[in-house]
């Protein structure tokens, strides 16, 4: 049996990690396709050395471009590896670019198609992560929904077939990254931690100049590992000085760097998905930078505040994140290994047997 998995950003990395492991302890195949989408060795490489992330087979190299050309290069890239594999099922994970072009060639070439990170919903379908997510749980064939929620979700759509709640992956990739050496950039000893890299933060110079000093009006010290694309919007403002006058801009870390980084801060403050759920799991305060998240559970447990990007917002619930008394709630793990035995028994049951059972 062979599982592709189509990976291209960094989130992407640290998801895959954990299946990539489960699947070699089956003895499943593994063939790993890079879009190419984060190229930059920081995004990229290090998540794979880190990690020990087999190498990828295929890099189909599609690099910087309009997303429309991205998915279309990638689609078409997709098409002659996916006819030399020919998996027994195509995996994508979670809501970007990448995801959305993985699942198009693999309804292309009638492959299988699975969804990690089914089911997750922010209501907001002005995001295009929103969109892509929606898209593809309905294209998927087997869904894999993190929560109780993104099940509840699906169920709202219409979509109750091959849905399997399996847990978190990224639990368990928390769990293996927290042991490994890591490269930690030095820090005050109590500090803000803070990531931004949406469009709808740093595509706007109001909002992103706004979020930055709402940051710096902060008690403690800001620390921000900083994105490309987020450096490459403030130079383009002008701005990137008065930034790093402001906040400690540190560059992007790897992975288990990253989890030091949030597992020591006093709080987090961020735009990302992904980190308001490793905040989570780490017990650090968090505050998301937008008016909805994906994460639902995290604020109805009082671990994550939805703070928009109003300046004076920001900087209050940033306060409040401080002094609020930091949670412990270690996630349970074992999801990586629910996905590679719900995938191994499917590609192995008669064709007849398919789609998944729920
Ligand atoms: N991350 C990292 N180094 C950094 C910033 C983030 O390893 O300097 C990790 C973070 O722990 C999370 C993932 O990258 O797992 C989040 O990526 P990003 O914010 O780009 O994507 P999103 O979660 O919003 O999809």
Redesign the pocket.
Known sequence: MTVCSVVG???EF?LATPLSRALADRGVSHALVHTGQHHDDALSAVFFEELSLPAPDHHLGVGSAPRGEQVARAVARLRPILAAESPDVVVVY?D?TSTLAGALAAVAADCPLAHVEAGLRSGDWTMSEERTRVVVDHLADARFAPTQTAVANLADEGVTESVHRTGDL?ADAVETARGLPAETPDTPDEYVLA?V??AATTDDEATLVGVLDALARVSLPVVL?L?PRTEDRLRAYGCYDWAADRVSLVD????PA??DL?AGASAVATD????QR?AAYLGTPCVTLRETTEWVETVARGQNVLAGTRPAAVTNAVEAAVAATPGDSRPPTGAADEVARTLADWATDEPAARPLPD
């Open positions: 950003v960094r989130p640290v979670g970007t990224r990531t890299h949406r590992p994105h992007p870390t790897g992975y990253f989890l949030l990302s998905g992904g980190v490793e």
